[in-house]
């Protein structure tokens, strides 16, 4: 599908990789992009393509995965407005070793490799910036791993609905509300529970009057309790560490 008009350099400015360049090398690197509207389940890329450039979603979502040999789906990362991927692939000349599908319909910027290297050269303070963001990806995924290791399910999923809030904070009066933006399933599979489980999890908090269910909007009336609930003592009925997909 082709893409509306998009002031492309001024949407570049904007993102922090970019915001210290000058008008006439936003005008250099916009040559250098493409603009692509994805349709809900249309790959973005698949593992084995060759990588020549890296990804920015600019609406919409991006779902990272892989497939077992047995055709079992593993979440990697969801990737929103504003989020870069596949940058450090890029610079090792290797075919991409995941997939990304959109999820609904999504807007996806697309830089291509020549159009960064022609700008580093220029500047070696870009290196800095991506390096930066690289770096900082790499420190996510290794929480994420870390996570997966010491922390069982349940904690998982607390965290997940708790994330970029600290619950020591003064509590909101009308508590907060999560917007789960992708399925139940796809949410469990990035956080290497069972669909199955993280439902029950859900349901348990529920019952226990931590949070309140609407169809995909969860109210936590509590914060500081519901993180609380996270003590090995509170495991749901059944529960256990969570670590099949």
């Given at each position: 599908?082709?893409?509306?008009?998009?002031?492309?350099?001024?949407?570049?400015?904007?993102?922090?990789?970019?915001?210290?360049?000058?008008?006439?090398?936003?005008?250099?690197l916009?040559?250098?992009?493409?603009?692509?509207?994805?349709?809900?389940?249309?790959?973005?890329?698949?593992?084995?393509?060759?990588?020549?450039?890296?990804?920015?979603?600019?609406?919409?979502?991006?779902?990272?995965?892989?497939?077992?040999?047995?055709?079992?789906?593993?979440v990697?990362?969801?990737?929103?407005?504003?989020?870069?991927?596949?940058?450090a692939?890029?610079?090792?000349?290797?075919?991409?070793?995941?997939?990304?599908?959109?999820?609904?319909?999504?807007?996806?910027?697309?830089?291509?490799?020549?159009?960064?290297?022609?700008?580093?050269?220029?500047?070696?303070?870009?290196?800095?910036?991506?390096?930066?963001?690289?770096?900082?990806?790499?420190?996510?995924?290794?929480?994420?791993?870390?996570?997966?290791?010491?922390h069982?399910?349940?904690?998982?999923?607390?965290?997940?609905?708790?994330?970029?809030?600290?619950?020591?904070?003064?509590?909101?009066?009308?508590?907060?509300?999560?917007?789960?933006?992708?399925?139940?399933?796809?949410?469990?599979?990035?956080?290497?529970?069972?669909?199955?489980?993280?439902?029950?999890?859900?349901?348990?908090?529920?019952?226990?009057?931590?949070?309140?269910?609407?169809?995909?909007?969860?109210?936590?009336?509590?914060?500081?309790?519901?993180?609380?609930?996270?003590?090995?003592?509170?495991?749901p009925?059944?529960?256990?560490?969570?670590?099949?997909a």
């Amino acid at each position: 599908m082709q893409a509306s008009p998009f002031d492309l350099p001024r949407y570049l400015a904007d993102l922090a990789l970019f915001q210290e360049m000058s008008a006439d090398e936003l005008q250099r690197l916009a040559a250098g992009c493409r603009l692509r509207r994805l349709d809900g389940g249309e790959m973005v890329f698949r593992i084995g393509e060759c990588c020549n450039e890296f990804h920015v979603t600019v609406s919409g979502q991006v779902k990272l995965f892989v497939v077992s040999p047995a055709g079992q789906e593993k979440v990697i990362e969801l990737m929103g407005p504003g989020q870069s991927f596949a940058e450090a692939l890029m610079f090792t000349g290797k075919p991409y070793i995941i997939n990304a599908q959109a999820l609904g319909e999504t807007l996806l910027l697309s830089v291509r490799k020549h159009a960064v290297l022609a700008e580093i050269e220029r500047d070696p303070r870009f290196t800095l910036r991506m390096l930066a963001g690289m770096s900082l990806r790499l420190d996510n995924l290794l929480r994420d791993v870390a996570g997966y290791a010491l922390h069982n399910g349940l904690q998982r999923v607390v965290g997940y609905l708790l994330r970029g809030h600290d619950p020591a904070a003064a509590p909101e009066p009308r508590g907060l509300t999560v917007a789960l933006p992708v399925s139940m399933a796809t949410i469990a599979s990035r956080l290497s529970i069972t669909p199955e489980y993280f439902s029950r999890v859900l349901h348990e908090l529920e019952a226990r009057g931590l949070i309140e269910i609407d169809r995909a909007t969860i109210r936590i009336h509590d914060a500081a309790r519901l993180a609380q609930h996270t003590l090995p003592s509170a495991v749901p009925r059944g529960g256990r560490p969570a670590l099949d997909a």
